[in-house]
């Protein structure tokens, strides 16, 4: 089945009649689509700036590029029969086979015939009179709908940093949310890393083994455990089909959407001994799993300490040079604090004779020159700079679509402050508009595709009650809003995220953009409890008529 393009018209069409326009063909906007379209039975479409589905997954296809949740549950659990049909290759997926496994679930379900490719929305405003919402793209389109969902994903605008002098640069540059798709010939070439977070860990080593030479420039140091990834046999396969409906319901039952359970045991109540060998035990099975080794690491700053040194010691132990290894040790926020990678030989990729590291806090970059990079001690010569330098978080994307509410009040000017959400669902002033992981909700600091299908199921039951009473406007009270702004607050500072100041969970990697914690720190499960019981309530804190 052929998915719909568009190119511009020669003259701007006539507004299309919809029931709900979605805004994004990732994860979120696959499934909205289906729950929409296929359960209520309404007439939507669904609009892609890209030219093939997979969300952040079409964008991000630079080397390395992988899920850091096991591929066992990062995909869909709505419908079994597809995940029986389905098999993983890899215990971590690549970017490319996530891909796959996403265009396989729109063929199953046909969804791609209410799917429109390569059509970038330019605005969208709602009419107080009409209760609609209309829909411009930049080929001079006009869709209206009474609902509008925005599946644009947290982690979809690309934060290049403004340096000095970077129209200058003979060479060529890159962001890695926004690869090519033919991919780039690395071969013979010296190449200018600018970043060393999740991605930055990911794209380093591939980069080291395909280029001549790599300078790596690094503003903060940070932890990495090893993903120890690996084929996925044909037994643990079957293991997963066999216990399927076990993998969801302890997935949906724990803090972060995966499907194993926190230990039970502060890291500060065992003998050091008994520490260092349950941590051991994580470490050499590898993956998220370690952050789970004892209840309290995110939440005791003692607890915190003893992982924090026990992978300062082993960045130690993996690092040659001890100069280098001081460097790439973090002194500056705890463990997990920030987002926690994992990586595929990330540290031992300093070992190796063509690769540099430049520590940014020491020699701050100064500008990019025409041949390449000129920090406040030297010049780096590079023909390649790769921007590892992350997103423009959770409000990048939805300020990019110049949404205007309740008598044209815009969502710039709602968050100029920082966003405000009800639940992470809505904003006040802007009627019958549904964020789908949007800030205020767990979303990042969960397994991404569960913390989706929550939101998805929570906006379909909310519009299919609607439309059972009559009701044609559902908006946020400001007042519920401001209250969840306070448990969003309140849910972080139980905790010790907010004590890295330079994460962007806060938006500190974008100049200028408001410091504020912006996903639900209070755990997946309470969260859904939160919501369930506000639907249960009559929507409580919803303004309906």
């Known amino acids: 089945m052929t998915t719909q393009s568009r190119t511009a018209p020669a003259v701007p069409s006539a507004p299309q009649a919809l029931d709900a ?5 990732g994860f979120s906007g696959l499934y909205q689509l289906h729950k929409l379209r296929d359960e209520l039975g309404l007439k939507v479409r669904v609009l892609e700036k890209g030219a093939g589905v997979g969300g952040t997954w079409f964008w991000n296809r630079y080397p390395g ?10 995909c869909y659990s709505f419908n079994k029969a597809i995940e029986q049909a389905w098999s993983w290759s890899e215990r971590y997926p690549e970017h490319t086979e996530i891909r796959k496994y996403l265009n396989f679930v729109a063929d199953r379900l046909a969804l791609k015939r209410d799917i429109q490719l390569d059509t970038e929305v330019t605005s969208a405003a709602f009419d107080d009179g009409t209760n609609l919402w209309t829909v411009q793209t930049v080929a001079g389109e006009t869709f209206q709908a009474q609902f ?31 690869w090519p798709p033919e991919g780039i010939d690395f071969a013979g ?70 499907p194993f359970s926190m ?40 607890a915190n300490e003893t992982a924090s040194d026990f992978i300062r010691e082993k960045i130690a132990t993996v690092v040659e040079d001890a100069k280098v290894g001081e460097m790439l040790t ?24 063509n690769v540099l590291l430049v520590d940014l806090k020491a020699e701050p970059i100064v500008e990019v020159t025409e041949k390449g990079i000129r920090t406040s001690n030297q010049e780096y010569e590079l023909d390649i700079i790769v921007f590892a330098t992350g997103f423009d978080a959770f409000t990048g994307s939805l300020l990019r679509l110049n949404i205007t509410g309740s008598h044209g ?10 966003p405000r959400t009800y639940l992470g669902l809505q904003t006040p002033k802007f009627p019958n508009l549904f964020t789908i992981t949007g800030p205020g909700s767990p979303s990042v600091l969960c397994n991404m595709p569960i913390a989706i299908e929550q939101h998805v ?35 972080a500072n139980a905790t010790l995220l907010p004590m890295a100041s330079s994460s962007w969970y806060l938006g500190a990697n974008v100049p200028g953009k408001p410091r504020v914690f912006m996903p639900y720190a209070g755990g997946f499960a309470r969260y859904a409890n939160i919501c369930n019981d506000v639907t249960r309530s009559d929507y409580r804190g919803f303004a309906r008529s």
């Open 189 to 258: 070439k010296r190449v200018g890393q600018i970043g060393t977070g999740s991605t930055g860990i990911q794209v380093a080593p591939v980069l080291a083994k395909q280029s001549k030479h790599l300078t790596i420039f690094q503003r903060t140091a940070n932890y990495s455990i090893p993903a120890r990834n690996r084929p996925v046999t044909p037994d643990e396969v079957e293991l997963t089909r066999k216990n399927y409906d076990d993998v969801w319901r302890r997935a949906r039952s724990g803090t972060n959407g995966h």
């Open 65 to 74: 590029a992988r899920c850091d949740s096991e591929s066992y549950y990062y």
């Open 148 to 178: 509008l969902i925005t599946a644009v994903g947290c982690l979809s605008t690309a934060n290049v940093p403004k340096f000095k002098g970077l129209e200058n640069f003979k060479g060529d540059w890159y962001h890695t949310g926004n």
């Open 330 to 353: 973090p002194r500056d926020h705890g463990f997990a604090t920030k987002r926690p990678p994992i990586d595929s030989g990330y540290f031992e990729t300093f070992n190796r004779d």
């Open 263 to 302: 230990s039970s045991q502060s890291a500060v109540s065992v003998s050091d001994e008994e520490r260092r060998a349950i941590y051991e035990k994580a470490w050499e099975r590898g993956g998220l799993r370690f952050r789970a080794s004892f209840k309290d690491i995110l939440e005791n700053e003692k």
């Open 457 to 491: 199921d929570w906006i379909t039951g909310c519009i299919r009650d609607m439309l059972a009473s009559g009701l044609t406007r559902i908006e946020a009270e400001p007042a519920a809003a401001e209250q969840w702004v306070e448990q969003v607050n309140d849910a």
């Open 409 to 418: 009040y815009a969502l710039k000017e709602a968050w100029a402050a920082g």
């Open 21 to 25: 326009i979605i805004i994004g063909a």
